[in-house]
T-cell receptor, first 113, second 112 residues
């Protein structure tokens, strides 16, 4: 089956840089995604890596190393509004040519003033 | 505006009752998904559908059922066989398989 590991909680101060790591075990890996979820809200898509390397989207960047089954989300110039839960998710091969998404348990990011 | 609409936002179920959660999307996405989220937990996949008239069980399908008769709609029924249904239910869609997902605002289900 599929499994993902990410830290349960990370704390940082406003203006700092923080990295949230994600390691995964899966078969037929297709891609790694990152989502943000504020308390009581729905997840929103942040970034996606299908190939090795760094993807940059504004203050957020995501990195993937398929050979290491590892990725991370980098948040720069942290703001108070970045306090939220962050989930990594992988897509892997399922029955009948389908792709099954699996989410990690999430990392709670707390940004202090 | 394109998006995913889930209804109702809050739902209460009596013992022994089946309830149906609605999910509609106007993004013209082929794939749709249902997840369950418990407090402080990640998202667990209940069912997913890659195309109309086809769907697959996820990790926790027992006690749930779905249908995909139209591309836009993917309703989830929580049956009386699901003994612990209290959770936050999220519906999502993606353009195709393994692509990033767009989520609805969710339905909170509780037992009366």
């Amino acid at each position: 089956g599929q499994s993902l590991e990410q830290p349960s909680e990370v704390t940082a101060v406003e203006g700092a840089i923080v990295q949230i790591n994600c390691t995964y075990q899966t078969s037929g890996f297709y891609g790694l995604s990152w989502y943000q979820q504020h308390d009581g809200g729905a997840p929103t898509f942040l970034s996606y890596n299908a190939l090795d390397g760094l993807e940059e989207t504004g203050r957020f960047s995501s990195f993937l190393s398929r050979s290491d089954s590892y990725g991370y989300l980098l948040l720069q110039e942290l703001q108070m509004k970045d306090s939220a839960s962050y989930f990594c998710a992988v897509s892997s091969a399922g029955p009948g040519g389908s792709y099954i998404p699996t989410f990690g348990r999430g990392t709670s990011l707390i940004v202090h003033p | 505006d394109g998006g995913i609409t889930q209804s109702p936002k809050y739902l209460f179920r009596k013992e022994g009752q089946n309830v149906t959660l609605s999910c509609e999307q106007n993004l013209n996405h082929d794939a749709m998904y249902w997840y369950r989220q418990d407090p402080g937990q990640g998202l667990r996949l209940i069912y997913y559908s890659q195309i109309v008239n086809d769907f697959q069980k996820g990790d926790i399908a027992e006690g749930y059922s779905v249908s995909r008769e139209k591309k836009e709609s993917f309703p989830l029924t929580v049956t009386s066989a699901q003994k612990n249904p209290t959770a936050f239910y999220l519906c999502a869609s993606s353009p195709g398989q393994a692509e990033p997902q767009h989520f609805g605002d969710g339905t909170r289900l509780s037992i009366l």
